[in-house]
């Protein structure tokens, strides 16, 4: 997109002359196309918190006997998070103390 420097309105192309060209739809602003002209804008990913807590939460987590699905190892350590409404019943995380897989419940 580009932006007209007179108005700051956003540049159309048109094409009413016989020749392409940028032009202003408020003031009388035309800049002529005579290449092709690309531009590219590489994003940074915004530094986002874990909301389930990462593995800061696994640090005091507690065990109990739950059968990991991987591995069949029978105890597992586990933490409880409300992710949905009030209403809803708790949701338990996993993770087996053998092979460190994680799954969840409910």
């Known amino acids: 997109m580009l932006f007209c420097p ?4 956003l540049l159309v192309i048109s094409a009413e002359t016989g020749y ?3 032009a202003c739809n408020t003031c009388a602003y035309e800049f002529p196309i005579t290449k092709q002209m690309t531009s590219r804008t590489k994003l940074k990913r915004k530094q986002v918190d874990d909301v389930l807590g990462g593995e800061e939460q696994w640090k005091h987590a507690d ?10 190892n029978g105890r597992a350590y586990f933490y409880q998070l409300q992710i949905r409404s009030a209403d809803e019943p708790m949701t338990t995380f996993y993770r087996c103390t053998q ?3 994680n799954w969840r419940e409910n």
Do not use: I
Request: aromatic residues 4%.
């Open 6 to 9: 007179n108005c700051a309105n």
């Open 20 to 22: 392409n060209k940028w």
């Open 63 to 72: 065990s109990t006997n739950a059968t990991c699905p991987k591995c069949d």
């Open 99 to 101: 092979c460190a897989h």
